[in-house]
């Protein structure tokens, strides 16, 4: 008997927190203040002065560290909700999306590469909003996790190196051009490999989730 009881214990011990109908908890907070802070990013990227751009990277880092902090807290708590299940992901998306996007208006990275990753999360995101409305509940694979942990770090990776070119082109005697041949292509080349990673994560949702939809 008391093994069975130890069993039964580990057994719902390991078992994954039953997903809530509440709204007001830290983790929904979190990801709603995630949406909030993305045009409040894309406003300061596009300021002209050079000051902004460093604001803008302030901000987007807050923003990243509220899609690590809120899955966590929310696992941590027993707080996953259905609103968090369905809206962590979506506002992860817009915030990638709205810098990839700026990046391409910049002159950062190649349009086609932003466009293949841009699709990939636009059909994921229409097919969940479909499994959703038929009642199913979709969940996120450990792949496309790491797909996004990629894009975040890719892209505050280029928002340093975009600050230290823009605050060293303004404080030299001799401004030079924001990128050069080399650096253009390292940075395309970067955004080839998590384009890669986030088609090949696309995929293997479809394949996992073909009998939800």
């Known amino acids: 008997m008391a093994r069975a009881n130890t069993v039964e214990s580990n057994r719902l011990k390991n078992a994954s927190p039953e997903t809530t109908d509440r709204f ?87 349009a086609w590469l932003i466009g293949a990753m841009l699709v990939r999360d636009v059909g994921i995101t229409a097919l969940r909003i479909y499994a959703v409305q038929r009642g199913k509940v979709v969940v996120t694979s450990r792949l496309a996790k790491w797909k996004t942990m990629l894009q975040l770090v890719l892209i505050f990776g280029l928002l340093v190196f975009l600050n230290i070119r823009i605050v060293s082109t303004e404080f030299s005697n001799q401004p030079a051009p924001l990128f050069g041949d080399v650096a253009y292509w390292v940075m395309n080349a970067l955004v080839g490999v998590v384009t890669l990673l986030a088609v090949v994560s696309g995929i293997r949702y479809l394949i996992e989730n073909r009998k939800t939809f």
Request: glycine fraction near 6%.
């Open 24 to 110: 007001l908890t830290t983790p929904n907070v979190l990801t709603v203040l995630r949406i909030v802070l993305t045009p409040v990013f894309l406003v300061l990227i596009f300021a002209g002065s050079w000051y902004f751009k460093i604001l803008a990277l302030l901000v987007f880092t807050l923003a990243s560290l509220t899609d690590f902090y809120d899955g966590k807290i929310a696992r941590r708590d027993g707080t996953i909700t259905s609103f968090g299940r369905f809206m962590d992901p979506l506002a992860d998306k817009l915030l990638v999306s709205a810098a990839l996007i700026a990046f391409v208006i910049l002159g950062m990275v190649e």
